[in-house]
């Protein structure tokens, strides 16, 4: 397999010429490019160039704000082979639904080691360890979750570089993104009114009278503001509520 980390030819794909990857290491030869991708909003580039930097195999960026059953809607970018895409998305959003505040604070940017389930196939020659290094874009967390070859010996420096370049690349290239999916998320104030009033213990028809709408249209809001907030019930729309100082 081609890596960007010594072969010549490789980073001459990339748009560099022989004399300037001989002048320059590995290390300044990526920042530079990451650059370039970011100037064009190149994301699989960058991503494919920070993959071969630490020679990987295959890249998966998710988000972590989504409902853990999102699955693939969480994925941001990714060459890894669809079927273990879908095998892995929901599962891993759903172990981060289930991680500590504290816990997600002290993995950030530490490249963390996991397996893949065992109904998971991964394609001859890749190992079934990944690499998954955390990281947020504004308020979003997101992971970069790396594939290597078998027996691959791997470089600590080159993974904490990773972890902390791809978090500013990420932020750079994603940022503007999400936050047009955070204003299409945020909630309209009828919403917030009717969150408000399912925090006081009211029913559907009883703030249907407060507001003085009906019933269905009420219903209408707090499933739209499940949807928003990824909760399943009420209870849980509350919570998030709460913890987000709406009421």
């Known amino acids: ?3 960007i980390r010594s072969d010549t030819a490789a980073w001459e794909s990339y748009g560099f010429s022989a004399e300037a990857v001989e002048r320059k290491s590995a290390r ?70 289930r ?24 394609p001859k020659g890749i190992s079934r360890e990944y690499c998954v290094v955390a990281f947020h874009v504004g308020r979003v ?23 902390v370049m791809t978090g500013y690349f990420a932020s750079v290239c994603c940022q503007g993104a999400i936050l047009r999916q955070d204003r299409e998320m945020e909630l309209t104030d009828r919403e917030v009114e009717c969150l408000y009033w399912i925090a006081e213990g009211k029913t559907s028809d009883e703030i249907a009278v407060i507001l003085g709408i009906s019933r269905n249209t009420i219903n209408n809001y707090i499933t739209s503001v499940m949807r928003k907030t990824a909760t399943k019930t009420r209870s849980e729309a509350i919570a998030w509520a709460v913890r987000n100082s709406l009421v």
């Open 1 to 3: 397999m081609e890596t």
């Open 141 to 163: 967390r997101m992971s970069l979750l790396l594939l290597f070859p078998e027996h691959f010996i791997l470089s600590q420096s080159k993974l904490r570089d990773v972890g």
């Open 28 to 97: 300044e030869l990526l920042v530079q490019h990451l650059g370039r991708c970011a100037d064009h909003a190149g994301l699989s580039s960058g991503l494919r160039a920070l993959t071969d930097y630490v020679s990987a195999s295959h890249y998966l960026l998710v988000r972590h704000d989504a409902a853990p059953e999102a699955g693939l809607e969480a994925v941001v970018a990714s060459d890894w082979p669809f079927d273990m895409v879908r095998g892995i998305a929901g599962p891993l959003l759903a172990s981060q639904s």
């Open 99 to 122: 991680t500590s505040e504290l816990e997600k604070c002290l993995t950030l940017l530490k490249p963390c080691f996991s397996h893949l389930d065992e109904t998971v196939t991964a």
